[in-house]
Each structure stands twice: as C-alpha cells, then as structure tokens.
C-alpha cells in the first residue's frame, strides 16, 4: 500500500512568487492535514480538509490556502511568498478523526525562499 | 504562547545512557500521541496514550500519561544511536491539533 506522497520534494523560489505543493493521501483516507515545519523543530498547524471540506486552519495569513479534490488529493497554495516561508511543508492524512486515528505523513516538500 | 510545552529542546548522550522527555500543558487531554521524525523523512507514531496513569512499552522506550491528563514522558533506557531523532508529542481536541515544540536527540556512538 503506498504511503502519503508529496511533491516536489525540493523547490526554490523568490520572493513575492506563489507555489502550489502537492499531496496524496493514503488509499481510503478523507482527512489532509498540512503542517509547516521550519528551522527542524516543531510542527505549526496549517490546513485541515476532509471530504472535500477546509475543516480547520491554522494561525497563518490568507495567503496560505488551498484545497482538497473529490480523490481527496491536495494542493497547498502559497501566495507573495516572503523569506520566513522557507520551511519543510509535511502533509498527512488520517482514515478518522485524529482525535481517534493515527496521522500518516509525508517526506515534505522542502521550500527555500530566496 | 504552545499548548504543547516540551523539554529539554536538544538532548545529545552517550550510547547506553538513559533519557527522559517530558510534554507539559496547562490543559486536560482525552488522548496524547508521541512522534519520532528521524532526518529527511515525516514523523511517525509511536504510541498514544488516553487513560491517565498509564504506561505503555515499546521495547525500551516507556511512555507515561499524568494522572491529571496535562502532561506526559517517554523515558528511553540504554539508547541506541538509532534512537536519535526528533521526538514530537501530540494530541487533537475537537477540530484543533497541536504538536509540541519537540525534542531533538542525538545519540552519539
């Protein structure tokens, strides 16, 4: 069974463009979540969709958004990009609700912005 | 200010020796999950917790939730250098999620 898959896996962009990042949960998982990972320590809450639905967000600007498709894939859409988006970008997904379930992660995409 | 407060934040020991990570909160959890996340890979589950008091172990590591469910530890006995990582607590309320500030360790050979 594949596993949670992201891409690109690296990618460099300057300021004030806009990146989409990419993610495929496991087969027969409904629930994304997106996580922002910077300078390899903690994880900050980005995005939760499930059934096609942005359940959640976490505390980051509009310019962060994205969606989920009907094959409960998502993309991650980063507008005017700045220097301190530079991070790992993880996704995950989950068969239930996290309170109950396991996440399932991704390797990243690693984003540099320059 | 994190909901999920972690210590130490860097931890490097000796191969053999014993650690302990503590996750701290001023909040009462239904559940805690505990994460490694090893270079250039996502994190991955390691336990979850949900009764307070409880202990579960996976082989030398051992996992502990607070009686009063604020706060939990992992405990790691002769570490191995495979053992070195990031180790994140977690845990889900509602429609929030939180992860720790994370614990990052290097176990030296």
């Known amino acids: 069974e594949a596993g949670v898959t992201q891409s690109p896996t690296h990618l460099i962009k300057t300021r004030g463009q806009q990146v989409t990042l990419r993610c495929s949960p496991i087969s027969g998982h409904t629930s994304v979540y997106w996580y922002q990972q910077a300078l390899g320590l903690g994880l900050q809450f980005l995005l939760w969709?499930?059934?096609?639905?942005?359940?959640n967000r976490g505390n980051f600007p509009p310019r962060f958004s994205g969606r989920q498709f009907p094959n409960y894939s998502s993309e991650l859409n980063v507008n005017a990009l700045e220097l301190e988006d530079s991070a790992l970008y993880l996704c995950?997904?989950?068969?239930?609700?996290?309170?109950?379930?396991?996440?399932?992660f991704g390797e990243g995409s690693r984003l540099t912005v320059l | 200010t994190q909901l999920l407060e972690q210590s130490p934040q860097f931890l490097s020991i000796q191969e053999g020796e014993n650690l302990t990570v503590y996750c701290n909160s001023s909040?009462?959890?239904?559940?805690l999950q505990w994460y490694r996340q090893e270079p250039g890979e996502g994190p991955v589950l390691l336990v979850t917790?949900?009764?307070?008091?409880e202990v579960k172990k996976l082989k030398r590591l051992t996992f502990q939730f607070g009686d009063a469910r604020k706060d939990s530890s992992l405990h790691i006995t002769a570490a191995q250098p495979g053992d070195t990582g990031l180790y994140l607590c977690f845990t889900g309320t509602g429609n929030q999620f939180y992860f720790g500030t994370g614990t990052s360790l290097t176990v030296i050979p």
């Open positions: 995950a997904s989950s068969l239930w609700g996290v309170n109950t379930g396991e996440l399932f």
């Open positions: 917790v949900v009764t307070g008091g």
């Open positions: 909040s009462v959890f239904s559940s």
């Open positions: 969709y499930d059934e096609g639905e942005e359940r």
